[in-house]
């Protein structure tokens, strides 16, 4: 895999605007920025994006109210990530953990399933999907190098 390219700007998002294809945003540099991207096309932690000026801008998750829900259990944690998933919420899912973000209906359910969840500020970067497409033709501006 190829070294990334050096960003000289951070773009700090919350996943909602991490999914969006057009965006004005704001670098932490305070480089205004317009992002023009595919339909579809969700930003990843350490994604770089290329200006048409050149200028390489890694994109970071910013910290965000997220329900952080734990088991040991293999089988409750297979149900939860069930249920959670066939109500089509966005799920980040770790070793013995999953997360989501917060959601007084949801926190309810994953108790009521019998796992312990803490709420806390985190960056929030849930799974891609079964169909998710690592090829971004036609915007020439996303440099997938961290092989996500």
Not at 7 to 24: D, G, I, T, Y
Not at 43 to 64: F, Y
Not at 78 to 94: D, E, I, K, S, T
Not at 114 to 121: I, K, V
């Amino acid at each position: 895999m190829r070294e990334p390219l050096a960003a000289s700007e951070r773009l700090v998002l919350p996943f909602e605007l991490r999914q969006k294809s057009r965006l004005r945003a704001t670098t932490a540099a305070g480089t205004e920025l317009a992002l023009l991207l595919p339909r579809g096309t969700v930003l990843r932690h350490g994604d770089r994006l290329r200006t048409a000026n050149g200028l390489i801008v890694e994109v970071q998750a910013a910290p965000e109210t997220v329900t952080t829900a734990r088991s040991d259990d293999a089988t409750l944690f297979a149900r939860a990530c069930y249920h959670l998933g066939n109500r089509h919420v966005p799920l980040q899912v770790g070793p013995g953990w999953l997360r989501y973000l917060a959601d007084h209906v949801l926190d309810r359910m994953v108790a009521e399933l019998g796992l312990a969840f803490t709420h806390e500020q985190a960056p929030f970067e849930p799974e891609a999907g079964a169909y998710h497409q690592h090829g971004h033709a036609g915007s020439g501006v996303l440099l997938r190098q961290h092989g996500h």
